[in-house]
């Protein structure tokens, strides 16, 4: 019989299959709910200050507070992680976003603001984000490492797309406060299943005989970067420049393009929709740049990236003041694809230039990229009260999204992830420059 020979004598799937797809899923989904959670304060912004009176300044360094908070954290995470593992890790930035967003439901003084939305935002982004997610794919996947970093990069976009016009439907119904209060509790709700799921078996990861097939693992102790060794070389800057750059120009744009959109003479929910379909294009712009960079390169998809990005913050300088649905629809396609793009790129080169030690490293980098993110956010407010407009931020954020790009034109490790020769320490092999032992 055809179904009986197929179950005892055809081939069997492998039993690290499913937890290598349910790592990726999860890596997925709590990315959505971070980022999603996190940048729906920027559809919050207008109704707090138009309740509160307080300045855009205050308002979008709460946003910066975040952005620099969740950077800072990130060390901290990837140890508690490796320390307590994700059974507990998961369920604690759960229970830390639901208390965050639960206190933001009753501010009442500037303290309260940057307390709840800045600092407990942050400090439960960085539980659930990229950085336990990176370390639990690590530990699954070596052949397709870039796109399965890329899918769990992909929740981000996911998550404004879905919660941001949520946020904007229930401040509609609720308000903000109750807007704020329905979405701490439904993340107190989830605390509960997350803490149940298998995490002792996806924690173990791939079993190291199936790694290359059976053969020996390709590393040996002793010989992968670490940190102080990778602050040495040029790569290294070169990627944190990339991240520095890139984040300080986007988050210039992205934590008031709902605010100037309103302003400019679209709804709301217009507004909100328009930010969140650029989320959702971002999905496919991060799958997309796993494999681009396999194909035709990392520098070209990169520049590629760098230019959809520019082209995007021309189209809003375009229609600033004086509504345009085709700048609108520029804006969306083109900023939109281009988002987030540079995360799994960046990711992948670290991984591939510093073999052996590119969690601890990348989460530096990362570190670096929610500075430049903090730095972007704050200033966007600033230039805003000085200016009562968003022309010269947005001036500035095409400059700096014009800066980022150049360590993929100047560096040809960068350009080409050319693996940097393996560190030499007391008591370790000399190998050949570029080898991978």
Request: glycine letters at 12%.
């Amino acid at each position: 019989m055809p179904f009986g020979n197929r179950i005892g004598g055809g081939p069997r799937r492998s039993p690290t299959l499913v937890p290598a797809l349910l790592v990726v899923l999860f890596a997925f989904l709590f990315n959505f709910v971070a980022r999603g959670v996190a940048d729906a304060y920027t559809v919050f912004l207008v109704p707090i200050e138009q309740e509160t009176g307080w300045p855009r300044s205050t308002l979008t360094s709460v946003y910066a507070l975040y952005m620099l908070v969740q950077g800072l954290a990130a060390p901290l995470s990837g140890m508690a992680f490796e320390r307590f593992g994700p059974r507990v890790v998961y369920p604690a930035g759960l229970v830390l976003l639901a208390l965050a967003t639960l206190g933001g439901s009753m501010l009442e003084a500037r303290w309260q603001l940057y307390l709840c939305l800045g600092i407990v935002t942050g400090l439960g982004v960085a539980a659930i984000g990229m950085i336990p997610a990176a370390a639990l794919i690590g530990r699954w996947h070596r052949r397709h490492l870039g796109t399965a970093i890329a899918i769990a990069y992909a929740g981000f976009g996911s998550g404004i797309l879905v919660i941001a016009p949520l946020a904007q439907l229930l401040i509609d119904r609720l308000g903000w406060r109750g807007a704020y209060q329905a979405m701490g509790l439904l993340l107190a709700a989830l605390a509960l299943p997350v803490l149940l799921l298998p995490w002792r078996r996806l924690a173990d990861g791939r079993p190291a005989e199936q790694e290359n097939g059976g053969a020996t693992p390709v590393r040996r102790a002793g010989t992968g970067w670490r940190l102080p060794e990778a602050m040495r070389t040029l790569p290294f800057w070169g990627l944190v420049h990339v991240l520095f750059f890139t984040a300080f120009g986007m988050y210039i744009v992205i934590v008031q393009v709902v605010a100037m959109l309103v302003e400019s003479g679209y709804p709301p929910i217009e507004a909100a929709a328009a930010f969140g379909s650029a989320g959702m294009l971002s999905v496919a712009g991060v799958i997309a740049a796993g494999g681009l960079c396999d194909r035709i390169g990392f520098r070209t998809t990169a520049l590629a990236s760098f230019a959809g990005t520019l082209a995007g913050i021309l189209c809003l300088i375009g229609l600033y003041g004086r509504p345009s649905p085709i700048l609108l629809a520029g804006y969306t396609l083109l900023f939109g694809i281009a988002q987030g793009a540079r995360g799994p790129i960046v990711s992948t080169l670290t991984s591939r230039i510093f073999v052996g030690g590119s969690a601890t490293i990348f989460g530096s980098i990362y570190a670096t990229m929610s500075i430049g993110a903090a730095l972007g956010a704050w200033l966007s407010g600033l230039l805003h009260d000085l200016t009562q407009g968003y022309a010269v931020s947005l001036v500035v954020a095409a400059a700096a999204i014009s800066a980022a790009p150049l360590p993929f034109l100047l560096s040809p490790a960068i350009a080409g992830a050319i693996p940097a020769p393996p560190p030499l320490r007391a008591g370790t092999a000399i190998t050949a420059k570029g080898d991978t032992p």
